[in-house]
């Protein structure tokens, strides 16, 4: 395996989305107890063409093998090396709603080397409890546990108006990423990337799909 000797600063969010799923697929194929894949055996799981995988795949380096493909486990590696998880992120989680507890009990994020260390809240019935195993705090003391556990990741699972508020407050106590569920778009200073995911917009890009796959002739 070879990679060129500059890595393009910028990549397409496709790309690096179907990074992703290409990670998620390497895994459920080493599960089965393959130790190699190819171009064509990706593309057929997730709907994309050979020329596709290869090409996203171009973008990072060379990583298959005359004659076998790719191995599974050494593309596994590069590709979280790629992604920034083949080390731990501590992250904390801001708002213990339903979703927020819906979230502390997903366990894919540990699955992938995110760990969630403090929740906040300011609700004073829900302060100072566990919640899937993690403490709750005072939104007060965000800073302080961000500072002690080196967190630069962080969730945001409140209502839409506080949102802004929230991610200000994030970024002063030293977050540099936010994944927020709040179904808002918040802005962020330049430094700090913010990613959105808001249901209700993927489910409006579900329901224009059928709709519009159901009025094919």
């Known amino acids: 395996?070879?990679?060129?000797?500059?890595?393009?600063?910028?990549?397409?969010?496709?790309?690096?989305?179907?990074?992703?799923?290409?990670?998620?697929e390497l895994q459920h194929i080493v599960r089965d107890g393959s130790d190699t894949t190819s171009s064509t055996q990706l593309g057929q799981l997730l709907g994309f063409s050979d020329a596709q995988v290869r090409k996203d795949l171009a973008y990072f380096g060379q990583f298959g093998y005359p004659g076998i493909g790719y191995k599974c486990q050494e593309l596994i590696t590069e590709i979280k090396k790629i992604m920034g998880t083949n080390r731990a992120w501590p992250v904390v989680l801001v708002g213990m709603g339903n979703l927020g507890r819906a979230l502390l009990g997903y366990k894919g994020f540990e699955q992938q080397g995110f760990h969630v260390v403090a929740a906040f809240e300011v609700n004073p019935k829900i302060i100072g409890t566990q919640i899937e195993g993690i403490d709750v705090y005072h939104i007060r003391n965000l800073r302080e546990i961000v500072i002690n556990n080196d967190v630069k990741l962080a969730i945001v699972a409140v209502p839409s108006g506080e949102a802004q508020s929230i991610a200000e407050e994030l970024v002063q106590a030293g977050i540099d990423g936010i994944l927020n569920f709040a179904p808002v778009t918040i802005t962020v200073p330049d430094n700090v990337s913010a990613v959105g995911v808001d249901l209700a917009i993927e489910l409006e890009q579900l329901s224009f799909a059928v709709v519009n796959q159901t009025q094919k002739p």
């Not at 500059?6 to 790309?15: G, L, M, Q, Y």
């Open 1 to 24: 395996m070879t990679k060129p000797p500059d890595i393009e600063s910028t990549v397409p969010k496709a790309v690096v989305s179907r990074l992703s799923l290409y990670l998620r």
